[in-house]
């Protein structure tokens, strides 16, 4: 099998990172909203076992983001987070964002960019 190119390599690994944020920030946003339709929305207390599972998926998919650091990824997965947040208010709560949702969710998206791929010294 031949060998994969550097730049195939950090393609591979974005994406891969790209798809356990997503799935940790999914993953977060039902364990919270399981609670919130427990105590906000009289949902009976059985929504707490897919709330806690699902945010123990959440914990697992954000360490396997990969970065030699934890709060490197943490402070990316904010803007992540910040835009799968407006994403489950428009498909779960049929309530659409405006433009001013939009704008800052663009604006954290960018500043999780630059966390994640910007140069650092020494690498």
């Not at 123990?56 to 934890?70: G, M, P, Q």
Request: charged letters at 10%; hydrophobic letters at 60%.
């Amino acid at each position: 099998m031949p060998e994969r190119g550097t730049c195939e390599t950090t393609l591979v690994t974005t994406m891969t990172s790209i798809g356990f944020y997503a799935l940790a920030a999914v993953a977060e946003i039902a364990g919270c909203f399981a609670f919130w339709a427990w105590l906000r929305l009289g949902k009976t207390a059985w929504w707490l076992a897919p709330g806690v599972a699902s945010l123990v998926l959440f914990a697992w998919a954000l360490t396997r983001i990969e970065t030699a650091f934890a709060g490197r990824a943490f402070a990316a997965y904010g803007g992540v987070y910040i835009a799968a947040s407006l994403a489950w208010l428009w498909l779960v709560e049929a309530t659409r964002p405006d433009r001013w949702d939009v704008a800052g969710a663009a604006i954290c998206l960018g500043g999780a960019a630059v966390i994640l791929f910007g140069p650092r010294a020494g690498a």
